[in-house]
């Protein structure tokens, strides 16, 4: 009876779930889009070309090495680190918190010739010249404070449902993940630093204009200062509701990108936030959690569930394999919802050849490769390639204003 009851049960959160993401699917791109052929070579500089595969080639092949080394050390941990759990006298949840950040101590540490290493071939092609490696560590060091406090967090609310539902702390686990998924969304905006106001005000009201367009009410536009650590250009959406806002790198604002690719941008990030990107995000994280949260009560199951401090080695080596096997599937997610940004974009501002302009500019400033493997960009890539971006751009030129012409 119990199985039949846990089987039905499946069926129903298998039936949730295959109509969320039907829900969650559908973007404004249309369906029957074919993208046209186009020659990278005849499309970018082949100097620029050459250097931007080059500078990601390293960078792809240094993150695959960092992903084996964090499952060997991980992996490592979860074999031989319930041992330390016997010598701790902070009680069950304080020695859960302590092996927690161990491990995670363990892999910072194993992480830093990854870093060390990206940052010198950043520094090479003068990327981030201005960032000195004793910086680099001590800005890495710092940031660990906040991985310290989510993992000591997370335990905390796994380890206190655990004593009380003990292996079915997933059920209420996975809903208090995202609620907190909710909670750092909301609140993010007011996280970025060295952010000031927008001070161009023909692209604010041009901001304005598009958001307009979009359907939804204005946006405040912020510009993140970090032209003192690179020269790479960025912009994105944040926040939810009332809290949202648009973020762009003060390095899309130094003269090498015109207004008609800034315009782009805005017109981009906006559509992120009036097609409900990140709401989305939250349904999509909230798909993956219940079978992410089961699964890791499953490993951690011989090991006396999250219920016993010895388990968290297990629950730590579970939580970053389940998030690799996940980020192809993010991946595409994530790149779907950036086309349909690109689309939107493109029906704002009506300016194929400004969206042309900016992503040859991107593979110029930011040595992204315009096409990269597809092992690479199944792994690493939230984003459509350059290439594909500009083939978008053409198919909308193509499709509303006839072929153009090269």
């Known amino acids: 009876m119990r199985r039949l009851e846990h089987a039905l049960a499946a069926l129903v959160l298998i ?28 499309v970018f500089d082949p100097a620029q070309l050459r250097d931007a595969q080059h500078f990601e080639r390293f960078l792809h092949w240094n993150s695959l090495a960092s992903m084996v080394v964090v499952l060997i050390v ?16 902070a009680g069950r949840v304080g020695t859960g918190m302590l092996l927690g950040m161990l491990g995670l101590g363990i892999l910072w540490i194993t992480q830093i010739p990854f870093g060390l290493a990206e940052l010198w071939w950043a520094r090479r092609y003068g990327v981030a010249d201005d960032v000195g490696y004793l910086e680099w560590l001590l800005t890495y060091w710092l940031s660990l404070g906040g991985e310290f406090g989510f993992i000591c967090l997370a335990l905390v609310i796994v380890m206190g449902f655990a004593q009380i539902l003990r292996g079915r702390w997933w059920v209420a686990g996975a809903p208090a993940f995202v609620a907190l998924y909710v909670l750092f969304s909301y609140t993010f905006p007011w996280l970025v630093p060295d952010d000031r106001p927008m001070r161009d005000q023909a692209l604010v009201s041009a901001a304005r204009e598009f958001a307009r367009e979009q359907g939804t009410e204005p946006i405040p536009v912020r510009v993140e200062e970090v032209s003192a650590y690179t020269d790479s250009p960025n912009a994105f959406a944040a926040g939810m509701d009332s809290s949202r806002k ?26 992120h936030h009036s097609r409900e990107h990140i709401w989305k995000g939250v349904g999509w994280y909230a798909l993956f959690a219940v079978p992410g949260t ?7 199951r011989r090991r006396g569930s999250l219920r016993e401090a010895r388990a968290v080695p297990v629950a730590l080596f579970a939580f970053v394999a389940l998030s690799m096997a996940a980020q192809p599937i993010f991946n595409v997610i994530g790149r779907r919802m950036e086309s349909e940004a690109d689309w939107v974009a493109l029906e704002t501002t009506e300016d194929p050849d400004g969206a042309r302009h900016l992503f040859v ?22 984003h459509p390639s350059m290439l594909d971006r500009i083939r978008m751009a053409e198919a909308w030129r193509a499709r509303t204003k006839g072929p153009s012409h090269p």
């Not at 991980?74 to 006298?89: C, D, F, P, V």
């Not at 089961?294 to 951690?300: D, E, G, K, R, V």
């Not at 500019?361 to 939230?382: G, K, N, Q, R, V």
């Open 74 to 89: 991980l992996g490592l941990y979860a074999w031989r680190g319930h041992r330390l759990a016997r010598e701790s006298a």
């Open 15 to 42: 039936a949730a779930a295959t109509l969320a993401g039907w829900t969650l699917w559908p973007t404004k791109v249309p369906d029957d889009l074919r993208l046209p052929r186009l020659d990278e070579r005849a």
């Open 246 to 271: 648009i973020f762009v790198w003060d390095t899309l604002l130094d003269g090498r990108f015109g207004d008609d690719e800034v315009r782009m941008v805005l017109a981009h990030e906006i559509a």
């Open 361 to 382: 500019h991107f593979t110029e400033f930011a040595l992204a490769d315009p096409s990269p493997p597809a092992w690479a960009s199944a792994l690493f890539d939230t």
């Open 294 to 300: 089961f699964l890791i009560a499953l490993a951690t």
